[in-house]
């Protein structure tokens, strides 16, 4: 990337992720070892990468300052327990999607939290009846999720994900148990892919896509206030939900005084934009994505697994005027 | 008058079918197909359509079509760039899944 040397590298881009990789070797092992034994080893290795990983502990930092200020609530500030404490919830996350892919964690353990019914949509799509768009989040641990939903419900989601690396490390991790998650490697919104996606919906299949993440080769992002302060958001759930006419939902798996909880909660009813409004529409949409996130943020402050400077505004944005980006 | 004038002032059937779903997928209401010369282009300049517009529009003639719009980026510029091209793409498409 050739921004001002002060940037720091985009998310799917940061060395750290070298650190990550460790912690999921650690977690590899725990597969073959069992948990007890490992998990020691586990905090040894986040220790690690908190004393090392000087950005991520800033970023963090500075996220947990954000949260308290936006709430008003003084027990949030950052304190170097609360710091480290995030790392340890990572871990602990990712302690869990072995266990949840192993069969270990099933619906029986997680509470689910769905006043409006999401769930039970999801099912009857099985039989007949068009999909819908889960809209995710890095805030909890969205693989208990999307297990149970494969494991579980035998629900169709495909997850869409924008990285290669994201993808390698979701095979492996879906390897250790015995199903494979239909993950879509997504680079770029094009024609082809949109009449996929639409075909998918029409099956009754789902569409899960991250709504916290702006990827890395796609300038489609909206600058919103999230706690406070202007961060940009990506438009694709928006975008893919507008073009394919769909409904959305939100989908989290927040662990609250040790057990996970599964909210569900329905969010844009029909996506339409009226000729002329879409940008309008979707910087709307995505402000209101943005609100929601932050109040659940509150429910389990310390489970905001974006590790990366989530407030640098990239230069680099895509206009949605340039014909030469046109069906591609 | 040579044929590729009256191309340029008149729709064939084919044409003047993807000026209206150009106008039924895009909510130009305000539009009549006639509005649409085969000619004019349709993103910038001529109708303002933008990359979004030319996705959406790639999925509605995919569907309507039953045919696939590659992503070759240079290629899809020019089908897309005007209804007559839109028309003439659509055509040889169909031609090659039938063969």
């Known amino acids: 990337m050739n921004g001002a040397p002060a940037r720091e590298p985009h998310w799917a881009a940061q060395k750290e992720r070298g650190s990550f990789a460790l912690m999921w070797l650690t977690a590899l092992a725990v597969r073959r070892l069992g948990r007890r034994p490992l998990t020691p080893v586990l905090y040894l290795v986040v220790l690690y990468f908190f004393v090392f990983g000087r950005r991520a502990r800033r970023n963090v930092r500075q996220y947990q300052s954000r ?93 869409l994900v924008h990285n290669r690396h994201v993808a390698q490390f979701n095979r492996l991790q879906s390897a250790a148990g015995d199903r494979q998650l239909r993950l879509l490697q997504v680079s770029e919104m094009d024609a082809a892919l949109m009449l996929d996606l639409s075909q998918r919906l029409d099956r009754g299949e789902w569409l899960a896509i991250a709504g916290d993440r702006v990827p890395l080769h796609d300038g489609r992002r909206v600058v919103v206030d999230f706690l ?39 969010f844009l009813d029909t996506a339409e934009w009226e ?19 932050a109040r659940l943020c509150l429910l389990a402050p310390q489970q905001w697994f974006n590790f990366y400077a989530y407030w640098q505004l990239a230069d680099e944005g895509g206009s949605d005027a340039d014909p030469r980006r046109a069906a591609r | ?54 996705l959406e529009l790639a999925l ?34 169909q031609a090659a899944c039938a063969s």
Not at chain 2, 30 to 50: H, K, N, S, V, Y
Request: hydrophobic share 45%.
């Open chain 1, 67 to 159: 949260l308290a200020a936006w709430s008003g609530r003084d027990e949030l500030r950052p304190t170097t327990r609360r710091v480290f404490g995030q790392f340890m919830a990572f871990a602990e996350s990712l302690l869990d999607r072995l266990d949840v892919w192993r069969g270990k964690l099933g619906m029986a353990q997680v509470q689910l939290h769905d006043p409006a019914g999401v769930r039970e949509r999801l099912r009857a799509s099985v039989h007949g009846g068009r999909g819908q768009i889960l809209v995710c989040t890095h805030l909890g641990n969205l693989d208990v999720c999307r297990a149970l939903a494969e494991l579980e419900e035998r629900v169709p989601l495909n997850v």
């Open chain 1, 228 to 266: 406070g302060h202007a961060a940009a958001f990506p438009q694709g759930p928006w975008l893919m939900a507008g073009l394919l006419r769909c409904p959305v939902n939100l989908m989290c798996c927040l662990k609250i005084d040790g057990r996970y909880q599964i909210r569900l909660e329905p």
């Open chain 1, 275 to 293: 000729r002329g409004g879409r940008e309008a529409t979707i910087a709307r949409w995505a402000q209101r994505y943005a609100d929601r996130l």
């Open chain 2, 1 to 54: 008058m040579n044929a590729t004038d009256t191309a340029a002032l008149a729709h064939t059937a084919l044409e003047q079918e993807i000026a209206q779903l150009v106008i039924d997928t895009l909510n130009l209401e305000d539009l009549d197909a006639a509005d649409i010369p085969p000619a004019q282009p349709l993103f910038g300049e001529g109708l303002g359509l933008d990359s979004v517009d030319a």
């Open chain 2, 60 to 93: 509605a003639l995919q569907k309507r079509y039953g045919i696939r719009v590659e992503s070759d980026a240079k290629h899809a510029r020019d089908h897309f760039a005007t209804v007559a091209n839109l028309a003439a793409y659509v055509a040889s498409q």
